[in-house]
């Protein structure tokens, strides 16, 4: 099997006669752009007489010979193909194909192969059904003169596209696009409103005009004359979680059990196949300890496990992680960070993430991701177990928090929120501290203050689900932008909300078809990139989500302690008490650095001059928040928003 990193790039001119050794030098530009995502091996297909380039670059692991060599053409010479990511039933397909009589006479023995002969076989929306893994694909059809892009069910590799100058363009990364001779790039204010918002710019948008995200699941087809309409739907989550719940049968406990270890052992022992080094991210958590504890029991020999520790013991997990990996025996490798070694990374985080992205865990991840890649070459991470099991407290605080609230009168909430907002955290905390002796248990909270003002900043939600997208707001009320142009996205229009039988399942599926991808995914993927790693996230396996999304939600949440289901399968191989502690996020505390060693950095892009450089932000409220913060409210998340924003336009605009 050939197993590889890879980028893809391409484009197709509205004409169909070009300068062939032009077309050449800019695939070579396009493909030399993202470099890192495959440093080992690259190549350009170029049709001239059809005004069409692919590029590809490929990080091989193993059969460097041509049989493995991408752009690669289809045995009877009607497609050519560029492809990133794995199919890890690649071997079944193949088996499917010789068994029907459409095998063609095999060069070699991977799985982009396998693909364009079944793409030969059965076209390219069956064959990407019958597809397993993670994946974007661009196909060129030289008899149909179409080409076509597609992306994996959930969304794990990425794929822009979009027009530049007259040409229809595609690549893995923005790089790739920015180096073609004559593009001219406009930042796009309603994703830019976004990203402010949420903290990524929401697919299909890009940062850009006039470029696009694919939906996961979905495909694009391209004209001879460079045209193209809506991508269409080849795999649809929102359909198969709905038609998965409709049909839920009753499960005992005992029966669950028994089926999510089959069903999730199967996975990660199919994504374990390599002959390369391979290993996992152990965090210590739930997630990656259930992934971690799946592959030992499928290994002969220690499993390689790999873990990042700080300084700041309240965010470090490297001890919970040691203890978990002692257990099971893995062989564990963790490495300690200081806060100067964590910030290093920080200048670096534009360059690695193309469009602005402030999801703050960027930095642990691309730390863990260049620590791993130093002993292995892929990985497993235990990524969308809270989306598939029920893992966020929101899915729970959320729900609670509406049952106590959502009847009381509007008026009189957003009064309460008020009251509370009126008064500064630190009295909120002190007013506690001087009645804690007279107080319950459950009210002696940390740093009280901090939580009413959240408490009032989502009271005055209208409905459930405006509570949700109050919730997962990172900058809450009016924007601050000078002319806020805001696009409607899922988050913000139940219309389009998957159907289910609850709110948590709601907010859960929502979370998949926004936040995993658009956020932990992109997260992990360009850390990984950036250091020419391979990571696979088993819970994303299509038998997983449709099980998952198959069980009652009682088994996923039981007694307000998510994961239920999950928790339970993971005691038979881990005691309970090494992984029962509260859900921890995988983070920095960006809130001390931006008081202490960040603020001069801060105090630069945050200057008036620098917000207002590009006439989109507006910098009094800005700057209103950063006082704000500089006077101990903890409001991190909102301005880490405005400073990768503008770190990105220094380093692209």
Same mark, same amino acid.
């Given at each position: 099997?050939?197993? /590889?990193?890879?980028?893809?790039?391409?484009?197709?001119?509205?004409?169909?006669?070009?300068?062939?050794?032009?077309?050449?030098?800019?695939?070579?530009?396009?493909?030399?752009?993202?470099?890192?995502?495959?440093?080992?091996?690259?190549?350009?297909?170029?049709?001239?007489?059809?005004?069409?380039?692919?590029?590809?670059?490929?990080? &091989?692991?193993?059969?460097?010979?041509?049989?493995?060599?991408?752009?690669?053409?289809?045995?009877?010479?009607?497609?050519?193909?560029?492809?990133?990511?794995?199919?890890?039933?690649?071997?079944?397909?193949?088996?499917?194909?010789?068994?029907?009589?459409?095998?063609?006479?095999?060069?070699?023995?991977?799985?982009?192969?396998?693909?364009?002969?079944?793409?030969?076989?059965?076209?390219?929306?069956?064959?990407?059904?019958?597809?397993?893994?993670?994946?974007?694909?661009?196909?060129?059809?030289?008899?149909?003169?179409?080409?076509?892009? +597609?992306?994996?069910?959930?969304?794990?590799?990425?794929?822009?596209?979009?027009?530049?100058?007259?040409?229809?363009?595609?690549?893995?990364?923005?790089?790739?696009?920015?180096?073609?001779?004559?593009?001219?790039?406009?930042?796009?204010?309603?994703?830019?409103?976004?990203?402010?918002?949420?903290?990524?710019?929401? !697919?299909?948008? &890009?940062?850009?005009?006039?470029?696009?995200?694919?939906?996961?699941?979905?495909?694009?087809?391209?004209?001879?004359?460079?045209?193209?309409?809506?991508?269409?739907?080849?795999?649809? %989550?929102?359909?198969?979680?709905?038609?998965?719940?409709?049909?839920?049968? #009753?499960?005992?406990?005992?029966?669950?059990?028994?089926?999510?270890?089959?069903?999730?052992? &199967?996975?990660?022992?199919?994504?374990?196949?390599?002959?390369? #080094?391979?290993?996992?991210?152990?965090?210590?958590?739930?997630?990656?300890?259930?992934?971690?504890?799946?592959?030992?029991?499928?290994?002969?020999?220690?499993?390689?496990? %790999?873990?990042?520790?700080?300084?700041?013991? !309240?965010?470090?997990? !490297?001890?919970?992680? /040691?203890?978990?990996?002692?257990?099971?025996?893995?062989?564990?490798?963790?490495?300690?960070?200081?806060?100067?070694? !964590?910030?290093?990374?920080?200048?670096?985080?534009?360059?690695?993430?193309?469009? #602005?992205?402030?999801?703050? &865990?960027?930095?642990?991840?691309?730390?863990?991701?260049?620590?791993?890649?130093?002993?292995?070459?892929?990985?497993?991470?235990?990524?969308?177990?809270?989306?598939?099991?029920?893992?966020?407290?929101?899915?729970?605080?959320?729900?609670?928090?509406?049952?106590?609230?959502? /009847?009381?009168?509007?008026?009189?909430?957003?009064?309460?929120?008020?009251?509370?907002?009126?008064?500064?955290?630190?009295? @909120?905390?002190?007013?506690?501290?001087?009645?804690? @002796?007279?107080?319950?248990?459950?009210?002696?909270?940390?740093?009280?203050?901090?939580?009413?003002? /959240?408490?009032?900043?989502?009271?005055?939600?209208?409905?459930?689900? +405006?509570?949700?997208?109050?919730?997962?707001?990172?900058?809450?009320?009016?924007?601050?932008?000078?002319?806020?142009?805001?696009?409607?996205?899922?988050?913000?229009?139940?219309?389009?909300?998957?159907?289910?039988?609850?709110?948590?399942?709601?907010?859960?599926?929502?979370?998949?078809?926004?936040?995993?991808?658009?956020?932990?995914?992109?997260?992990?993927?360009?850390?990984?990139?950036?250091?020419?790693?391979?990571?696979?996230?088993?819970?994303?396996?299509?038998?997983?989500?449709?099980?998952?999304?198959?069980?009652?939600?009682?088994?996923?949440?039981?007694?307000?302690?998510?994961?239920?289901?999950?928790?339970?399968?993971?005691?038979?191989?881990?005691?309970?008490?090494?992984?029962?502690?509260?859900?921890?996020?995988?983070?920095?505390?960006?809130?001390?650095?931006?008081?202490?060693?960040?603020?001069?950095?801060?105090?630069?892009?945050?200057?008036?001059?620098?917000?207002?450089?590009?006439?989109?932000?507006?910098?009094?409220?800005?700057?209103?928040?950063?006082?704000?913060?500089?006077?101990?409210?903890?409001?991190?998340?909102?301005?880490?928003?405005?400073?990768?924003?503008?770190? @990105?336009?220094?380093?692209? +605009?």
């Amino acid at each position: 099997m050939v197993i /590889k990193v890879c980028g893809i790039a391409g484009l197709k001119l509205h004409t169909e006669f070009a300068d062939a050794d032009r077309l050449r030098r800019t695939g070579e530009l396009m493909a030399g752009a993202i470099i890192h995502r495959g440093p080992d091996d690259g190549d350009v297909w170029v049709g001239a007489d059809q005004g069409v380039v692919l590029a590809h670059r490929r990080l &091989s692991i193993l059969d460097l010979s041509p049989a493995g060599h991408q752009p690669m053409s289809s045995a009877c010479g009607r497609y050519v193909v560029v492809f990133n990511g794995e199919i890890y039933n690649w071997a079944s397909i193949r088996t499917e194909l010789e068994q029907s009589g459409n095998a063609p006479a095999w060069r070699g023995h991977s799985d982009t192969e396998v693909l364009l002969a079944g793409i030969v076989a059965w076209g390219l929306g069956a064959t990407l059904r019958r597809a397993r893994g993670m994946f974007a694909i661009a196909v060129w059809d030289r008899q149909e003169r179409m080409l076509s892009i +597609a992306r994996d069910r959930i969304g794990e590799k990425p794929l822009y596209y979009g027009r530049v100058g007259e040409a229809f363009v595609f690549a893995s990364e923005l790089k790739s696009l920015r180096v073609i001779p004559g593009a001219e790039f406009h930042t796009d204010p309603g994703s830019l409103a976004l990203m402010l918002r949420y903290g990524y710019v929401p !697919a299909p948008l &890009s940062i850009y005009r006039n470029i696009f995200k694919l939906l996961p699941g979905t495909l694009l087809r391209v004209n001879a004359r460079g045209e193209f309409v809506e991508p269409e739907t080849w795999w649809s %989550f929102a359909d198969t979680a709905q038609q998965r719940v409709a049909g839920r049968s #009753p499960m005992s406990d005992a029966e669950a059990l028994d089926a999510l270890d089959e069903v999730l052992g &199967s996975a990660i022992g199919e994504q374990m196949v390599a002959d390369v #080094p391979l290993g996992a991210l152990l965090s210590g958590g739930l997630d990656s300890s259930m992934v971690v504890a799946l592959m030992q029991a499928r290994s002969t020999k220690p499993v390689r496990t %790999f873990t990042i520790g700080f300084a700041e013991g !309240a965010y470090d997990e !490297a001890a919970h992680a /040691k203890v978990v990996a002692a257990h099971l025996g893995t062989e564990h490798t963790e490495l300690y960070v200081s806060p100067d070694q !964590a910030r290093a990374i920080i200048p670096r985080l534009p360059d690695m993430y193309d469009e #602005p992205f402030a999801d703050s &865990s960027q930095i642990p991840t691309a730390l863990v991701c260049a620590l791993t890649r130093q002993h292995v070459t892929v990985c497993l991470s235990g990524d969308a177990g809270d989306e598939l099991f029920g893992g966020y407290n929101r899915y729970f605080w959320a729900t609670s928090l509406w049952r106590r609230f959502g /009847k009381v009168p509007l008026g009189m909430r957003r009064g309460a929120a008020g009251v509370f907002s009126s008064i500064s955290a630190a009295n @909120w905390n002190r007013a506690f501290g001087a009645l804690s @002796w007279a107080m319950p248990g459950r009210l002696r909270v940390a740093n009280p203050g901090d939580k009413l003002h /959240k408490l009032a900043e989502v009271m005055g939600a209208e409905s459930e689900e +405006a509570l949700y997208r109050e919730l997962v707001s990172q900058w809450r009320g009016a924007l601050p932008m000078r002319s806020p142009m805001e696009p409607r996205t899922l988050v913000a229009d139940p219309s389009g909300w998957p159907r289910m039988p609850s709110y948590a399942e709601r907010m859960m599926a929502v979370d998949t078809l926004t936040y995993l991808p658009d956020d932990i995914l992109v997260k992990v993927d360009r850390a990984a990139m950036a250091a020419s790693l391979e990571t696979r996230v088993p819970f994303l396996d299509e038998r997983v989500i449709s099980f998952a999304w198959g069980l009652p939600f009682e088994q996923k949440v039981r007694n307000g302690q998510g994961k239920w289901l999950l928790r339970q399968l993971l005691y038979r191989y881990v005691p309970q008490a090494m992984v029962d502690r509260p859900k921890q996020g995988f983070g920095v505390p960006i809130e001390h650095w931006l008081r202490g060693p960040l603020r001069d950095w801060a105090e630069d892009l945050l200057s008036p001059d620098q917000l207002a450089s590009d006439g989109l932000l507006d910098p009094v409220p800005i700057r209103a928040m950063w006082e704000k913060h500089l006077s101990g409210r903890n409001v991190q998340y909102a301005l880490w928003n405005v400073l990768m924003y503008q770190a @990105w336009r220094r380093r692209w +605009a």
